[in-house]
């Protein structure tokens, strides 16, 4: 297979995971909460990408006072009697299997299955396709994106155009239409609703798109808002008061080799006043950068992101006091014989050991990185309250405009500054990263953070940080200083496992010190 077709199979695998999944039996205990398990699942870790397909919610199943947010490998099962989580191992299972290899995603693509929703005891059909389809020997471009829709009466698909290859070229979101799918289907007061997305990366894209459909008039109503145009809608949901009806879309952006990138987060859309609002890490309690699955629940929303999990009354959004929320952490016991602790991810002398005591068994766990790809061995990063401090003599700050034109938005789910931290997050105390703040970047040397090429002769950079804490020293144009507040430790001596905890935000918040740097940037 020529590299060509793994970037286009590596790109394409995600299109074909399924949303729903049957609900699973919950051992209750006498206050109506499910028995925690005996011990914290494992969470073993083969590649970088775990991180994010682990963590990543799939689905939600409500059940007897009980909310279940399943991945691929975990439920993490809500119980309001005490409003807390447990985590156990999962059983999920997607209705649509993914396909296995090239061929099955290019077959899958040349004719895309119609999915089906129900409605007063009849089926409706529909699926989103490239028109014409270049599918299976790219001879042809396609030329627009096509809502096909069959009725209960119908035989054959009445058709809908979505956005065209110009309009894309327009609204500069991409010079090709990349593979559209739809992401949530929602039947609200006898109306359907489909979010839809596209493909991005190598020049590939779309236009966000919410199609509803009025089964009872046989009429469809395209909603694009201008301000998502770029983004990918993961799920949708909807909710009423009143006076208003709002849309809820879990939104980000990817790129090629980067499936996971930040975007507007969690948004909320206006029916009746057409307005817009954003929520996400930068500008709200969100914890996390990619919402994935949303759930109306009376006056709550619950946001699953790739860190954790939000509740927030829905209807006073913007006070802070409305969020709830709890973030993913991996723990290690710390072995009897210590744990010797390196500076950085290839650094071949420890820096100092760490040996548990009565107060100290535990080490939270923040990432691990390969060392050598082709020997699979790699170490973890981990939490060091000590911190280590760091020069990166060839890495300082930039204003957003030098790294592209000088025409460019800052968003603001963006630092206010290009800086070699610029995908920490300032919490008021720290600069922190959550779990799916991390950039995969598959074709460009893997995740990186506080690091360096420079005297590096190996597959990877000289990795200081990923994700651990920072406090930043001082920054100039051609130079950034930090202390980390972490280290390294080889993965054959820790055994992480799973917790969902309470967020705490820190005490004392000072002012972000970024903001000094960012004059004339």
């Not at 051992?27 to 011990?39: D, W």
């Not at 990795?463 to 972490?486: F, H, M, P, Q």
């Amino acid at each position: 297979m020529s590299f060509k077709l793994i970037i286009t199979f590596l790109s394409l695998t995600s299109l074909f995971i399924g949303c729903t999944n049957p609900k699973q039996g919950i051992n209750k205990a006498e206050n109506n909460c499910p028995s925690p398990p005996a011990s914290y699942p494992n969470f073993n870790v083969k590649n970088e990408g775990d991180f994010f397909d682990k963590l990543k919610t799939l689905n939600i199943e409500v059940a007897e006072n009980l909310i279940i947010f399943q991945t691929q490998d975990y439920d993490f099962i809500f119980c309001d009697d005490n409003e807390s989580f447990i985590t156990q191992k999962g059983n999920y299972k997607p209705e649509e299997q993914p396909a296995k290899n090239y061929e099955e995603a290019i077959k899958e693509l040349n004719n895309p299955a119609y999915k089906i929703i129900n409605w007063q005891d009849k089926t409706y059909q529909y699926r989103v396709i490239l028109d014409p389809n270049p599918f299976p020997d790219f001879e042809v471009e396609p030329e627009k994106v096509v809502l096909e829709l069959i009725t209960p009466e119908a035989e054959e698909p009445q058709k809908q155009t979505l956005y065209t290859l110009e309009q894309v070229k327009k609204q500069e979101a991409g010079i090709q239409l990349g593979v559209p799918k739809v992401t949530a289907s929602v039947i609200y007061n006898n109306q359907f609703y489909w979010s839809v997305s596209s493909e991005q990366g190598e020049g590939n894209g779309g236009i966000a798109t919410i199609v509803n459909y009025d089964p009872q008039g046989n009429k469809i109503n395209i909603i694009q808002p201008s301000q998502i145009a770029k983004q990918q809608i993961n799920d949708l949901k909807i909710s009423n008061n009143d006076t208003d009806t709002t849309v809820w879309l879990a939104t980000q952006t990817s790129g090629e080799g980067n499936p996971y990138l930040p975007g507007m987060g969690l948004v909320s859309y206006n029916l009746n006043s057409q307005s817009l609002k954003s929520y996400h890490a930068r500008n709200s309690e969100l914890v996390g950068i990619i919402p994935h699955k949303l759930m109306i629940e009376k006056d709550n929303i619950w946001v699953a992101t790739g860190n954790g999990i939000c509740q927030i009354k829905w209807q006073a959004i913007e006070q802070e006091n409305s969020w709830k929320c709890w973030q993913f952490k991996l723990q290690a016991d710390i072995p009897s014989d210590g744990l010797e602790v390196y500076k950085s991810l290839l650094n071949s002398t420890s820096q100092t050991t760490l040996n548990a005591n009565e107060n100290n068994k535990i080490i939270e766990v923040l990432w691990w990185s390969s060392q050598d790809y082709e020997a699979e061995k790699g170490r973890y990063e981990v939490v060091y309250n000590a911190a280590f401090p760091v020069t990166l003599d060839d890495k300082g700050a930039m204003g957003w405009k030098e790294i592209y034109d000088k025409e460019y938005k800052v968003h603001s789910w963006e630092a206010t500054v290009y800086w070699p931290g610029k995908d920490w997050l300032w919490n008021g105390n720290k600069f922190t990263r959550p779990f799916d703040g991390v950039s995969l970047n598959y074709f460009g040397g893997g995740p990186g953070g506080i690091s360096t090429w420079k005297n590096s002769k190996k597959q990877r950079p000289e990795i200081y940080a990923i994700r651990g804490d920072l406090e930043l020293i001082n920054l100039t144009k051609n130079s950034t200083s930090v202390k980390y507040y972490s280290g390294w430790v080889n993965d054959n001596l820790l055994d992480p496992y799973l917790t969902i905890l309470p967020r705490k935000q820190p005490k004392n918040m000072e002012p972000n010190p970024l903001k000094k740097f960012t004059q004339n940037k």
